[in-house]
Structure formats: C-alpha cells, structure tokens
C-alpha cells in the first residue's frame, strides 16, 4: 500500500451551504452533499498535453486566487467566484454512491479546472480514511489549507490519492480542485487511439472508468478500516 499522509488541521468557523455528520459519511462510505464549481477554462494551459506528457496539469494555475485564495473560499449554493476563466457558480449535486456524476455540471467542455466540495461536523476530533479518484490528479484542501497536492506522473500512474484527514471539532470544509480533459484530447495529445487512451488513462481509476458524466469519486472511511484489511 502507498505511504499514507496524514492531515492534521483545525475545524474553522464556516459558513456552511449543508453540512452533513461525519459518522453519517463514516457509516455509508461517501459524501452525499457536494457542491461543485462550474468548469473554467485556464487561458494558455494546455492540460491535456501536460498531463499526456507526464507533467503537473496545474503547475502555475491557482483556481482560487482571484477569490482570494483558497483560504478564504466558502461554498454555497448558486455563490458565484472569479477564476482564471471567468466567473464560475457553484452548484449543488446529490450523490448515491462514492462516484460523483457531475456531468451536468461539466457540460461538454473539452477540458478545464473542476472544483468539488463538501462540509461534514463531528463534535470531536476524529480520523478519517479517504481514498479519491480523479481524471488527472486532483489538489486537496482541508479547512483552507493544502493537503494534498499534484504530483507529476505518467497518467496511469496518476489519479488515485490515498491518505488519512483528521477531522477537528466542529464543522469542517474539503475542496477538491481536480483538471480534467476530454479523452479525445488526451488521445491527440499522447499520440494514440482513444481506446487505447481509455485504457491508459483509467486503468487504476475504476470508480469513474465506466461511469459517463463522472467528476471524480470519493471513498470516505475510519481509519480502523486500515487495520481490517
């Protein structure tokens, strides 16, 4: 199993859209309430060949900083921000299983940023286990901070973050901010077929591989589950 990082930040005070109990996510293993940001454009990035070539799709790119950082993003339903690629709404989205289908979001745009996000209370500190699939890699905020971070890979080896978040007393906010391309993009961009980029590109990814309008996915579970394995 990948080394696992852990994530230690404080609960802020935030104004939350809808927050849902982490026992409830604990207990049926994924997030139900999102909110997702529109797509936006990042003028001048070509994600889909950085990502083809193994690079860091968001090097440079900072989805938030017209917003005033990510510190200082709090999502609620239909709040419009500024990006990079114009003023984006965030939206909200139900979820019934770990895969978040955000096509309705994402609409038909080739390639861009998506953001997702979610607010989860816990009287008490408690530890969490997440694992998240995403098409290119994704950046991770917890309360603000950076939790996790892109890495630069070869695509099939890219995608799946595993690490541990430890939850502190009160209400707590995870944005997601996760690139993505069209598959015919990263075909072009790679230099091959779009079977063979399907296969390429989702090979470790089977929460989101075979699900048409999916964002990302998001398994969510205490980390006793690590022993039990």
Same mark, same amino acid.
């Not at 060949?49 to 239909?78: E, H, I, K, S, T």
């Not at 917890?142 to 080896?157: D, K, T």
């Not at 993009?185 to 048409?212: H, K, Y």
């Given at each position: ?12 005070? &935030? ?21 997702? &940001? ?6 001048? #990035? ?53 895969? @978040? ?22 009287? %008490? ?5 997440? !694992?998240?699939? %995403? ?13 996790? %971070? @892109? ?8 995608? #799946? /973050? ?36 399907? /296969? ?25 589950? &690590?022993? !039990?394995?």
């Amino acid at each position: 199993m990948k080394a696992l990082a852990l994530i230690l930040l404080a609960a802020a005070p &935030l104004a939350a859209f809808s927050q849902e109990r982490l026992d409830a996510v604990l207990d049926r293993g994924h997030v139900v309430q999102w909110l997702v &940001l529109e797509p936006a454009a990042i003028p001048g #990035v070509d994600l889909a060949g950085r990502a083809a070539q193994g690079r860091d799709p968001l090097q440079g790119v900072d989805l938030f900083g017209a917003a005033g950082g990510a510190a200082a993003v709090r999502p609620g339903a239909n709040q419009t921000i500024n990006t990079p690629g114009g003023r984006r709404k965030w939206l909200p989205v139900a979820a019934t299983t770990p895969t @978040l289908y955000a096509g309705a979001v994402l609409g038909d745009a080739p390639e861009g940023v998506m953001a997702a996000a979610f607010y989860v209370q816990t009287a %008490s500190r408690r530890d969490a286990y997440l !694992e998240l699939q %995403s098409p290119l890699g994704a950046r991770v905020y917890v309360n603000g901070a950076l939790g996790r %971070s @892109l890495q630069p890979a070869p695509l099939h080896l890219t995608g #799946v /973050d595993r690490f541990i978040v430890s939850f502190g007393a009160g209400t707590n906010l995870v944005v997601i901010e996760a690139p993505f391309a069209a598959l015919s993009r990263l075909a072009a961009a790679a230099g091959v077929g779009q079977e063979e980029a399907r /296969d390429w590109v989702f090979a470790n990814r089977p929460l989101i591989a075979a699900a048409e309008g999916a964002g990302l996915a998001l398994r969510v579970r205490p980390v006793e589950w &690590l022993g !039990e394995t």
